[in-house]
Structure formats: structure tokens, C-alpha cells
């Protein structure tokens, strides 16, 4: 092989490596009930506990992963793998958790954001929605 058609197949190869897919991975709770609602949550690589108060028609997104997958959702229960843990209250003074199970995967929706269509590069986006059917 000459030099030139050597240094064509390195910039091919690495014009091809570069173009890994952009993902991610959103994790949001919306709050639709008339009640205020306290998230409480602690992520694997924080040492701190957060407290984020939701009123009505608020919504907040606990954490994002950026990766280089592309839109995939596995529709497994294990959502909190980033998580150390995870509460949801209606009540943050005495503790009263909400009725709807947050740790299934069935009370999420899960919708994706597609950012190109280059080997189906996009967000996988989970949301958590609470009503006032979901209070105690």
C-alpha cells in the first residue's frame, strides 16, 4: 500500500470511531396533584441526601447519564442503579409515602428523544407522574 492510501484508510478509520452514537438517559418526576411533593434522593457518587419540593404542574429531573449507546430501554425494573436511595413523600414532616410504586418500572413512561439518525443516537427519557390518586 502507498502512503497516501494509507493515510486515507486512517482517516476513514478514524472519521468512523469518532462518530460513537450520543445518548442519554433522563429520569424525571412530574408532579400533578394539588398536594406538594418532596423528593428525596441520594446518588451513588454523592455523599449528601437532596430534597427537592415539588408543587403542582413542577417537575424534576433527578439525574441524566450521558452515554454512547444509542435509544434502548432494557424495560427492566432496575431504573436505580444510580441511585443510593430514592423516597417520594406527600407528607416530608411525618414521612407519609405516596400510594404509587416508584420502583416499578410499569408507573414510568418511557418516550425517546432521537438526536440523529446516525446508528439511532438519542435519549431515553422516564417520567414518573403523580396524581392526586397517588396520595394517601
Known sequence: ???GQILICLL?????ISCDPYGGYEYWIQ??????????YKLIDNDSIKCQRL???QEFKIVQFDTHNGLYDEGLDNLF???DSLAIYSDIVNKIMIKKDF???EN??????ETSSLMNAGNNIYRF???NDNLK
Do not use: A, H, P
Open 12 to 16: 476513514i478509520s478514524i472519521g468512523l
Open 129 to 131: 407522574t403523580i396524581t
Open 108 to 113: 414510568w413512561t418511557y418516550e425517546q428523544d
Open 55 to 57: 408543587t403542582f404542574g
Open 1 to 3: 500500500m502507498k502512503k
Open 31 to 40: 408532579n400533578k396533584s394539588d398536594s406538594t411533593i418532596f423528593v428525596s
Open 81 to 83: 442503579s444510580y441511585c
Open 103 to 105: 420502583t416499578l418500572r
